[in-house]
């Protein structure tokens, strides 16, 4: 059933075996797998079936000088959550990425890939992919190198909003709640299991639900919110005993590495060639992994109020062989050109966090600040990575490699930009000293709170968040079932 909080404020309750706060793609999933096995779930959602404004500004904040993000942008705050506008790129986790090591003072994952593997026909399911030969590498991808493979992937068209609506409003276990903001988390005297939780609509009207166990599943960035402004009983907030709740913000690396001039040869038809660096590198040069994309501009683009001058502007600068010297004016590529593209793990750290800020939100609660900040790890990890792609693919004839300065240049800031993959806000570790959430994505201190998301990666890998989040989410399901 689907009850609107704003319009439906006093709505009889029923008792609920589960709270799940966020309907998301962890938190849909989680809400049907727990009904379907017969048990009373309120899912709830702080925006309402399609997107507003008021809503939309929840997600506001600030951002430090390090690098640039936006926070209200890149994220949606309605049913389905960022589903709603994913590209659909899906690729899962490897064993290396579960191997023992640290990285900033940081341990990796406390489960193996074996158990994260489990969950991973449940995932290509709800996604609707193939179910045999998933995961394909880009067509005519090739490469003469030990150091780089070709990358592989599978894209879904699915939008969990679409897709569930009418599972959601007709399932008889599940109550969805619409406008039904989480703001505030109340633990009992014994400061370690959660009592209730506090859910207000955007009339400032609040009502006060329970159950036996509660899961928030709201982003990357929300969960690391919600918990520190849960302060009233415990001033670091829920979970932050260890200082670790908003610390290691990861997002994956969008950088432009350099421009190619591709040997035609070689290429044939291939209109792009894509490349993962190979755990064998990573091991032996201390990198992230990373997918390095070359392809070839077919068209011209431009957005805004004034597109129509930037695209004219494109087309006369490359038209009379200016490009290049006019770049510091306004960035812009000429068809024929070839770009390479990346996205890049970026490794776990301390300084890239979340904090609370004194400005509140419409619905009282403190906004974030963040600051996205890369470590000497992730500096020595990109520009590595970058000048090993650019000679193996010289040496592979595959054409001439021009890398930005920012690359070859170690006193010049590397220039980043996003993919919208917020992760590592809420950690998964064996100890609060190195992270949130334990491996069953409990929170450390806390005997009925969990935590469902990308939040609680400990590391980020080299494929996008959505596949492995929902392996997660099947696994949460398993623990809370049988517990």
Not at 258 to 277: D, H, I, L, R
Request: proline content about 3%; aromatic content about 10%.
């Amino acid at each position: 059933m689907i009850i609107d909080f704003n319009n439906e404020f006093s709505t009889k309750k029923r008792q609920y075996d589960f709270c799940i706060c966020g309907a998301g793609a962890a938190g849909i999933t989680l809400a049907l797998e727990l009904g379907n096995k017969g048990y009373i779930v309120a899912l709830f959602e702080g925006g309402d079936k399609d997107y507003s404004q008021q809503s939309q500004d929840i997600y506001s904040g600030k951002v430090t000088e390090a690098n640039p993000y936006w926070l209200d942008l890149l994220r949606l705050r309605f049913l389905g959550g960022t589903t709603n506008h994913w590209a659909g790129r899906c690729r899962p986790f490897i064993p290396y990425d579960f191997e023992d090591r640290k990285v900033n003072g940081l341990p990796g994952w406390p489960i193996s890939f074996e158990e994260m593997n489990r969950f991973l026909p449940q995932a290509i399911k709800i996604l609707e992919l193939d179910k045999t030969n998933t995961f394909k590498s880009a067509e005519g991808s090739k490469i003469d190198s030990e150091n780089f493979i070709p990358d592989i992937y599978a894209s879904s068209n699915v939008r969990f909003r679409d897709k569930f609506l009418n599972a959601l409003n007709n399932h008889d276990n599940i109550d969805l709640f619409l406008n039904a903001n989480l703001v505030d988390i109340k633990l009992k005297s014994d400061l370690i299991t959660v009592d209730t939780i506090t859910i207000q609509n955007f009339k400032s009207q609040q009502e006060i639900f329970s159950a036996p166990k509660f899961i928030i599943a709201l982003g990357a960035i929300e969960n690391a919110r919600i918990l520190m402004n849960s302060n009233s009983q415990i001033i670091e907030g829920i979970g932050n005993q260890g200082g670790m709740v908003g610390k290691c913000f990861m997002e994956h690396f969008n950088i432009r590495l350099g421009e190619f001039v591709s040997n035609k040869a070689e290429w044939g038809e291939t209109e792009a060639m894509q490349f993962m660096t190979s755990p064998k590198f990573a091991k032996e040069m201390n990198t992230g992994l990373s997918n390095i994309t070359f392809g070839t501009v077919n068209q011209i683009k431009a957005y805004g109020r004034t597109a129509e001058l930037k695209a004219l502007f494109n087309k006369l600068s490359c038209k009379f062989g200016i490009s290049e010297s006019l770049q510091f004016l306004y960035s812009h590529d000429c068809i024929g050109e070839g770009i390479i593209s990346t996205l890049c793990e970026q490794f776990p750290n301390k300084q890239s966090k979340l904090t609370l800020i004194d400005e509140k939100d419409s619905l009282g609660l403190n906004r974030v600040q963040l600051n996205w900040e890369l470590s000497e790890a992730d500096r020595h990890s990109i520009r590595t990575t970058a000048i090993a792609i650019a000679e193996d693919f010289a040496n592979s004839n595959l054409g001439r490699v021009k890398l930005n300065s920012f690359i070859t240049n170690n006193d010049e800031k590397i220039v980043i930009s996003h993919h919208s993959h917020q992760m590592g806000t809420t950690r998964m570790s064996s100890s609060k000293e190195h992270g949130v959430v334990d491996e069953n994505s409990r929170v450390h201190d806390t005997e009925n709170l969990y935590v469902a998301g990308s939040s609680v990666f400990p590391t980020s890998g080299g494929g996008n968040p959505t596949m492995p989040l929902l392996q997660l989410t099947y696994r949460l399901a398993e623990h809370l079932i049988s517990t």
